[in-house]
């Protein structure tokens, strides 16, 4: 600890900025010297930048600012005036400190009127009461800030290296965000123009404070310049886009002049800049926010035919509610940042997909059409194209009808919506208005929105379906109502009718066998029903008995209209019928029997489907 008239001996550690005039002064040169501190204490935090050894009056003209002067005073004034001016043109210039040394012109002590002037101007004095050589002191602290240099110049390296790594990886926008945080040590949000939050890292400390109020307190956050620091809000902020298309701003809150090492982690051992001016955040804060705001305008452009950064952070959360990735408070919270209040709502869930995997199946009027979303009708990129068209279809269908929620695509086939509604009441109206405009906007979405359960039959395969799940009134329930919603969907793809929205009841046999495919007692009963079937088609794959079955109990138990299906002649069915018998030892002709198998048909088709 240094007191006015001593300067005390520490442990001898420099901490990882530039050396302060604090620190120098605990060198083992400097305390070789015996230094009292006559004056400027408030100052003793000052950066070392460099040490010069002056001689002459006038130096203050020869410097820069935050060098640390050593003198043995013998060229300064002889008069009070010349020291007044002497010491004044250190402290206009801003120099860190001067060291006198006693003895060849100053024997006791150092004039009373530069010890006066440097404690008016806060300038540290320091004596040197015993002969030390300047060499060893210039040698001690020119190693510690070229130390200090080649440590920043790491620390740019590390974000730099890191920050590649993302990029070359396709790092999304949370994963950029959250190293940003960890290299920094500081809470760091991303949002669009609209100031709705995309992506955060509270960095240690509350999200939930973080994030209050955000849209409000982000507007009142209005620096100059592209990347420039708020010091009123305490926010370093930088523009994020690229090719002339800005689409966000990148956000880190730096304790404005604090001491950074409380939440300092990968880079507080380089966490100085002795460059930065007090109160301004350091130069590699600036860096790295800019390096962070790069690999993200990167990123958007690499997946620019990608969904869009909102949808993927909707992607984020609906996945999350699927798989219980992330805690129902999290998905709430970043929900609401991102401007979708899922909390004391009424939450439908919805899925939307078509009734054929394959985009170039065989039925749909999408490959007759030639829709959009089926490039030529197949390829390898038919599939995903498709999605992301139909992902399009249903975020405009939601924003026309006037409906609030996160909508994704949540596998390789469907698109899922997580309705939120201000009560349950409202449900029905706004699936129908939900269905509607999704109608408009597909020519390949059902198109009688009064169909009811005797609909028309379209061909299975073909078109674009609609689910949705019971509705709940909390979030910790709205998985049960997506995943219901997903089971209604595939349950309802070999369905005939078109119907606007297909509910539970909708589904019938096919729909209650899909919700139980799962179920060990369900997959054993198919296996004593059809497994001997099963195994004889596999060892004898030219004949498929498994077909010439379905084709029978699905026209009735009507053996020539079986067979026509079939398109076999009517001897060659009959015989395929008396080997199906005899493989599952069963007779065809009751209608008991028959009903059983229906139904293990029915089961195994529902744990066939993907």
Same mark, same amino acid.
């Given at each position: 600890m240094i007191e006015r008239s001593r300067i005390g001996v520490t442990?001898?550690?420099?901490?990882?900025?530039?050396?302060?005039?604090?620190?120098?002064?605990?060198?083992?040169?400097?305390?070789?010297?015996?230094?009292?501190?006559?004056?400027?204490?408030?100052?003793?935090?000052?950066?070392?930048?460099?040490?010069?050894?002056?001689?002459?009056?006038?130096?203050?003209?020869?410097?820069?600012?935050?060098?640390?002067?050593?003198?043995?005073?013998?060229?300064?004034?002889?008069?009070?005036?010349?020291?007044?001016?002497?010491?004044?043109?250190?402290?206009?210039?801003?120099?860190?400190?001067?060291?006198?040394?006693?003895?060849?012109?100053y024997v006791s002590g150092v004039p009373r009127v530069m010890a006066a002037v440097a404690e008016r101007r806060g300038l540290p004095l320091v004596e040197l009461r015993r002969a030390t050589p300047f060499v060893r002191i210039t040698e001690a602290v020119h190693a510690l800030i070229v130390d200090a240099?080649?440590?920043?110049?790491?620390?740019?390296?590390?974000?730099?290296?890191?920050?590649?790594?993302?990029?070359?990886?396709?790092?999304?926008?949370?994963?950029?965000?959250?190293?940003?945080?960890?290299?920094?040590?500081?809470?760091?949000?991303?949002?669009?123009?609209?100031?709705?939050?995309?992506?955060?890292?509270?960095?240690?400390?509350?999200?939930?404070?973080?994030?209050?109020?955000?849209?409000?307190?982000?507007?009142?956050i209005r620096p100059a310049g592209r990347t420039a620091y708020d010091a009123d809000s305490g926010w370093l902020v930088t523009t994020v886009g690229a090719r002339g298309h800005d689409w966000g701003r990148l956000l880190l809150r730096w304790p404005g002049g604090g001491d950074l090492a409380a939440g300092r982690r990968v880079l507080d051992a380089a966490a100085g800049d002795g460059a930065a001016v007090a109160g301004t955040p350091p130069t590699r804060l600036t860096i790295l926010v800019e390096r962070a705001a790069s690999t993200l305008a990167l990123g958007r452009l690499i997946r620019r035919d990608a969904e869009g950064l909102e949808r993927q952070?909707?992607?984020?959360?609906?996945?999350?509610?699927?798989?219980?990735? $992330? #805690?129902?408070?999290?998905?709430? @919270?970043? /929900?609401?940042?991102? &401007? !979708?209040?899922?909390? =004391?709502?009424?939450?439908?869930?919805?899925?939307?997909?078509?009734?054929?995997?394959?985009?170039?199946?065989?039925?749909?009027?999408?490959a007759e059409a030639g829709h959009p979303g089926d490039p030529g009708g197949g390829g390898p990129e038919a599939g995903p194209a498709r999605l992301r068209d139909l992902a399009e279809a249903v975020g405009q269908a939601?924003?026309?009808?006037?409906?609030?929620?996160?909508?994704?695509?949540?596998?390789?086939?469907?698109?899922?919506?997580?309705?939120?509604?201000?009560?349950?009441?409202?449900?029905?109206?706004?699936?129908?208005?939900?269905?509607?405009?999704?109608?408009?906007?597909?020519?390949?979405?059902?198109?009688?929105?009064?169909?009811?359960?005797?609909?028309?039959? $379209? #061909?299975?395969?073909?078109?674009? @379906?609609? /689910?949705?799940?019971? &509705? !709940?009134?909390?979030? =910790?329930?709205?998985?049960?109502?997506?995943?219901?919603?997903?089971?209604?969907?595939d349950a309802a793809r070999r369905d005939r009718r078109d119907l606007p929205i297909f509910r539970l009841p909708h589904v019938g046999l096919a729909g209650l066998l899909h919700l139980l495919r799962d179920e060990p007692r369900l997959q054993t009963f198919v296996e004593r029903e059809l497994g001997a079937l099963l195994t004889y088609d596999a060892q004898h794959p030219r004949e498929q008995l498994l077909g010439t079955l379905r084709a029978y109990l699905e026209q009735g138990r009507n053996k020539s209209a079986a067979a026509a299906a079939a398109h076999l002649s009517r001897p060659a069915f009959y015989e395929r019928l008396a080997r199906i018998g005899r493989v599952l030892d069963v007779d065809l002709d009751s209608v008991e029997a028959c009903l059983s198998l229906h139904v293990a048909l029915l089961a195994l088709d529902a744990i066939r489907t993907p």
């Amino acid at each position: 600890m240094i007191e006015r008239s001593r300067i005390g001996v520490t442990d001898g550690s420099v901490s990882p900025v530039f050396p302060t005039v604090r620190e120098v002064l605990a060198l083992d040169p400097v305390r070789h010297g015996a230094p009292r501190l006559v004056a400027g204490d408030v100052g003793l935090d000052r950066p070392v930048r460099w040490v010069h050894v002056a001689e002459v009056p006038d130096i203050a003209t020869l410097l820069g600012g935050g060098e640390l002067v050593l003198t043995t005073g013998i060229g300064l004034p002889a008069d009070d005036d010349g020291l007044r001016a002497f010491i004044g043109d250190l402290a206009d210039v801003g120099v860190s400190g001067l060291v006198v040394e006693l003895g060849r012109r100053y024997v006791s002590g150092v004039p009373r009127v530069m010890a006066a002037v440097a404690e008016r101007r806060g300038l540290p004095l320091v004596e040197l009461r015993r002969a030390t050589p300047f060499v060893r002191i210039t040698e001690a602290v020119h190693a510690l800030i070229v130390d200090a240099q080649l440590t920043e110049l790491r620390a740019t390296e590390e974000i730099h290296q890191r920050f590649t790594e993302l990029s070359v990886e396709g790092a999304g926008p949370g994963e950029v965000v959250r190293q940003a945080a960890e290299l920094s040590g500081c809470p760091v949000v991303l949002e669009n123009l609209s100031r709705q939050v995309l992506a955060y890292d509270p960095a240690g400390e509350s999200a939930e404070l973080l994030l209050d109020g955000w849209e409000q307190h982000s507007r009142r956050i209005r620096p100059a310049g592209r990347t420039a620091y708020d010091a009123d809000s305490g926010w370093l902020v930088t523009t994020v886009g690229a090719r002339g298309h800005d689409w966000g701003r990148l956000l880190l809150r730096w304790p404005g002049g604090g001491d950074l090492a409380a939440g300092r982690r990968v880079l507080d051992a380089a966490a100085g800049d002795g460059a930065a001016v007090a109160g301004t955040p350091p130069t590699r804060l600036t860096i790295l926010v800019e390096r962070a705001a790069s690999t993200l305008a990167l990123g958007r452009l690499i997946r620019r035919d990608a969904e869009g950064l909102e949808r993927q952070i909707h992607r984020t959360l609906l996945t999350a509610l699927l798989d219980h990735s $992330r #805690p129902v408070d999290e998905v709430a @919270l970043r /929900a609401r940042a991102l &401007g !979708v209040v899922l909390e =004391r709502r009424h939450l439908v869930g919805v899925m939307v997909r078509h009734r054929a995997d394959d985009p170039a199946g065989e039925g749909g009027p999408a490959a007759e059409a030639g829709h959009p979303g089926d490039p030529g009708g197949g390829g390898p990129e038919a599939g995903p194209a498709r999605l992301r068209d139909l992902a399009e279809a249903v975020g405009q269908a939601l924003h026309e009808a006037k409906l609030t929620g996160l909508t994704s695509a949540v596998d390789d086939h469907a698109v899922g919506v997580l309705l939120a509604l201000p009560d349950p009441a409202a449900e029905e109206r706004a699936l129908a208005a939900f269905a509607t405009a999704l109608r408009r906007g597909r020519p390949d979405a059902p198109s009688r929105p009064d169909a009811r359960c005797n609909g028309s039959a $379209r #061909p299975p395969g073909g078109g674009v @379906l609609v /689910a949705a799940g019971s &509705g !709940v009134g909390s979030l =910790r329930e709205a998985r049960r109502s997506l995943i219901e919603a997903r089971q209604i969907a595939d349950a309802a793809r070999r369905d005939r009718r078109d119907l606007p929205i297909f509910r539970l009841p909708h589904v019938g046999l096919a729909g209650l066998l899909h919700l139980l495919r799962d179920e060990p007692r369900l997959q054993t009963f198919v296996e004593r029903e059809l497994g001997a079937l099963l195994t004889y088609d596999a060892q004898h794959p030219r004949e498929q008995l498994l077909g010439t079955l379905r084709a029978y109990l699905e026209q009735g138990r009507n053996k020539s209209a079986a067979a026509a299906a079939a398109h076999l002649s009517r001897p060659a069915f009959y015989e395929r019928l008396a080997r199906i018998g005899r493989v599952l030892d069963v007779d065809l002709d009751s209608v008991e029997a028959c009903l059983s198998l229906h139904v293990a048909l029915l089961a195994l088709d529902a744990i066939r489907t993907p």
